[in-house]
């Protein structure tokens, strides 16, 4: 064989084994492909899929129609970017939902998260109109207080194209939780919602499993106001629920809502613990309850068990309230909660 066929031949084997690995490589390739369970397509071909997808999730949460606090049904076509807020409850909910940076107006009495300091007050019951409107959200959540009482602002809201939607009042934990799934509804965060509520109700749950075991149940008496205008909570309110929670006895368990007493006759129902909600007012709230003119022999101050909580945490139908639940637990009954 002459030394240019001889040539040819390697130059052709030489080429013959390149292809031959090549096209190995490939076939290694997708079979790693289907044994992960990834199918054989280009990066341009997953890009554009991804991207499907993506629009298909989207698509899944908006538009969205809900119904809010007020009977009414909203349509929201798409995320809200900018939010206003006029209710301190709201706004907790709304950051807990990591909705925070969207949110570009607070009521005057917002104060949680700290955060909150920083954002653009817009008014309370009666709101700043002009400046709403300079700010022009692309969603504000109101109270049922507004939707009776300002109904034509409300409409001007509406006509700017706001998205308006009514929180209701809330009076028990599941009113809370389902403002907080309508809230979650009408802003894309379901998923967020889902899992602080069931955060709530695993640890809800657990209190009232301990709370079981109780049997000298102890009689509360809530102050939510101090004298002499000295108000209660009875049946239907927050601290109702949470008292009943822990097996103990509401003082004021046959009255309804929010109602006003004498300090005559709270010092005839004896009670053995007393609970107060505006140490963030008033200096030393205990101290002056224990102090109080004929108030000596009633159990709770002749035993000194008269606590402060925080009102927040116990009155704003938001994820904290869990929060309430668990500190009047340690306070009212500290050998069964503080272990």
Avoid at 15 to 38: P, R, W
Avoid at 114 to 136: R, Y
Avoid at 147 to 156: G, P, V
Avoid at 159 to 184: H, N, P, R, T
Wanted: hydrophobic share 35%; charged share 30%.
């Amino acid at each position: 064989m002459n030394s240019f066929v001889l040539k040819k031949w390697t130059l052709f084997s030489i080429v013959l084994m390149l292809t031959m690995a090549m096209l190995a490589g490939c076939g290694s390739n997708s079979e790693k492909q289907i044994e992960e369970g990834q199918p054989d397509v280009s990066e341009e071909e997953q890009s554009e899929n991804n991207q499907d997808g993506k629009e298909e999730k989207n698509g899944e949460l908006f538009p969205v129609t809900i119904t809010d606090g007020a009977n009414r049904e909203v349509t929201v076509d798409k995320e809200p970017e900018t939010i206003v807020s006029i209710q301190p409850s709201t706004t907790e909910i709304l950051f807990a939902f990591g909705l925070g940076d969207k949110i570009i107006g607070v009521s005057d009495y917002d104060n949680y998260p700290e955060e909150t300091q920083k954002i653009q007050k817009v008014g309370a019951q009666d709101m700043n109109v002009e400046l709403i409107l300079t700010l022009l959200p692309d969603m504000i959540f109101v109270t049922d207080y507004h939707y009776n009482n300002h109904a034509e602002i409300l409409e001007q809201y509406e006509e700017s194209g706001m998205k308006v939607v009514v929180i209701g009042g809330a009076s028990s934990f599941d009113d809370a939780y389902g403002d907080m799934e309508m809230i979650a509804e009408a802003t894309g965060r379901k998923a967020e919602a889902a899992e602080i509520i069931s955060d709530m109700k695993q640890r809800h749950k657990k209190i009232k499993e301990k709370a079981e075991a109780i049997t000298d149940k102890k009689k509360v008496w809530v102050e939510v106001s101090p004298a002499p205008d000295i108000f209660t909570t009875g049946k239907n309110t927050f601290m109702h629920e949470m008292l009943e929670s822990i097996n103990a006895v509401n003082a004021a368990e046959d009255r309804d809502g929010w109602v006003k007493f004498t300090e005559e006759e709270i010092v005839t129902l004896n009670p053995d613990l007393i609970i107060t909600t505006y140490g963030y007012y008033i200096d030393e709230p205990e101290n002056e309850v224990l102090t109080r003119d004929g108030w000596a022999e009633v159990p709770a101050v002749k035993n000194e068990q008269v606590f402060d909580v925080d009102n927040d945490t116990v009155t704003r139908p938001g994820p904290r309230l869990i929060e309430g639940v668990e500190t009047l637990a340690e306070l009212i009954y500290p050998e069964v909660f503080s272990e």
